[in-house]
């Protein structure tokens, strides 16, 4: 089978198709082929030496969805054939047949394309522990979603709608502004603009619940003076540092809290996922798709990735 093999670390370039050896599962694991593959923004920064201990070679990437062709003998519950998304894999998610334990794969309905299954595990994982795992949200309140258009962004969009919050989403762009609105968000702004942040503060004067916020080195210090009482900022994404005046943080008993989906425990993991499959069955999700790449331009789909502003999820198709 061809799959993507990084040899060492460095650029987009180094991600390179190769003719590799099947898989063959062990006895708690499913071989699946794969019919769309989730690119992240997580696979650029390891392939760019973020874990210096990974070993080399690797095949990069954990999310996929296609079809179980084999199931290993202590596997009943999922048949040949089932289409299904991954949560995670042993052999590595950018390749024509991954591999994973049977508890990383999902059952996805007719319905759901498999490109859209491809869309689910980190952006809809990471939304959904955002949210509720991470942000404890109830219903009423008010959520901020920085960069909402991007994968994370539209899950947490239709998430926050299915529950019952009210959202507050910001976009760069007419088109992602206008992705959102169709998503659900009940108010959308431009991020790019300088009065944002206050017009947040029109929308909700007392301040906003939780911020899910993905690029903390530059929103953080703001996104303290928009906290309602007791107001929880959610940290998804950084990529600096940044100074924060602690104060805004103690006067409104605030929490910045972190999230790391890879952290989750497996029971939290089942509980999202078991979160996701009933959102998908009764139409509550609808996963958005916004780039497709052939496999072997895996290069340019990391590039993409990284410019910004992109909308939905950047998917490769083997």
Do not use: W
Request: glycine letters at 10%.
């Amino acid at each position: 089978m061809k799959a993507i093999r990084v040899h060492r670390f460095g650029g987009p370039e180094v991600l390179q198709l190769e003719e590799v050896g099947d898989a063959k599962p062990g006895v708690t694991q499913v071989l699946i082929r794969a019919r769309a593959i989730g690119v992240n923004p997580v696979e650029t920064y390891l392939r760019a030496g973020m874990n210096p201990n990974l070993p080399l070679p690797y095949t990069p990437g954990t999310d996929a969805a296609g079809e179980v062709i084999e199931r290993g003998a202590a596997v009943h519950d999922i048949e040949v054939g089932a289409r299904v998304y991954t949560s995670g894999t042993i052999s590595g998610s950018y390749a024509e047949k991954v591999l994973c334990e049977a508890f990383d794969a999902h059952p996805l309905p007719d319905k759901i394309s498999f490109t859209q299954g491809a869309a689910m595990n980190v952006p809809y994982a990471t939304a959904y522990r955002a949210l509720f795992q991470r942000g404890a949200a109830v219903p009423g309140e008010t959520v901020l979603i920085h960069g909402a258009t991007g994968g994370v962004g539209t899950a947490a969009i239709q998430l926050a709608r299915a529950a019952g919050l009210r959202i507050i989403a910001t976009a760069g762009s007419p088109k992602g502004q206008e992705l959102a609105r169709q998503l659900g968000a009940h108010h959308v702004l431009d991020h790019h603009s300088p009065e944002a942040a206050a017009n947040v503060l029109k929308i909700a004067p007392k301040g906003v619940n939780i911020i899910l916020e993905m690029l903390a080195n530059v929103n953080l210090a703001s996104d303290l003076t928009l906290l309602a009482p007791r107001g929880r900022v959610i940290v998804i994404g950084n990529r600096g540092k940044i100074e924060i005046d602690a104060r805004e943080v103690m006067k409104r008993d605030a929490d910045i809290r972190g999230i790391l989906l890879f952290l989750a425990t497996p029971e939290e993991k089942a509980s999202i996922h078991a979160a996701l499959r009933a959102g998908l069955e009764t139409g509550a999700l609808n996963p958005v798709v916004g780039r497709e790449f052939p496999l072997a331009d895996a290069a340019k789909a990391h590039q993409f990735i990284m410019k910004g502003g992109a909308t939905g999820k950047v998917v490769l198709l083997p």
